[in-house]
């Protein structure tokens, strides 16, 4: 089993930072790549930034030069800075890892975490 558990969302003045983090445990035999999503009331769910252990990293045009996305490895953990955060940020943020577990090393399995609420007031 593998479990994914994102923390660090909370309340914020626009302009403000956080940092979200996401921790990927359990049978895991390697970490292909982690993401985060978020969901707006009312809006579907959305690419926020994305990185593959290759080193392929994408981010949102609209996060671009605010957001940016760091990998601890041996803690098989990724962090999210958000800086300058707006209104429009406001959302649920959800990490996904796609690993490979020890008992099927030749698939490669998607675990979504429960998420985080990020809020920037207006």
């Known amino acids: 089993q593998v479990q994914v558990v994102e923390s660090g969302g909370g309340l914020v003045q626009p302009g403000g930072s956080l940092r979200l983090s996401c921790t990927a445990s359990?049978?895991?035999?390697?970490?292909?790549?982690m993401g985060w999503y978020r969901q707006a009331p009312g809006k579907q769910r959305e690419l926020v930034a994305f990185?593959?252990?290759?080193?392929?990293?994408n981010y949102a045009d609209s996060v671009k030069g605010r957001f940016t996305l760091s990998m601890d490895s041996a803690k098989n953990t990724e962090y999210l800075q958000m800086n300058s955060l707006k209104p429009e940020n406001t959302a649920v943020y959800y990490c996904n890892a796609e690993v490979v577990q020890v008992q099927q090393p030749t698939t490669r399995f998607s675990y979504w975490g429960k998420g985080t609420q990020v809020t920037v007031p207006s």
């Open positions: 359990g049978s895991i035999s390697s970490i292909y790549a």
């Open positions: 990185a593959a252990s290759g080193g392929d990293t």
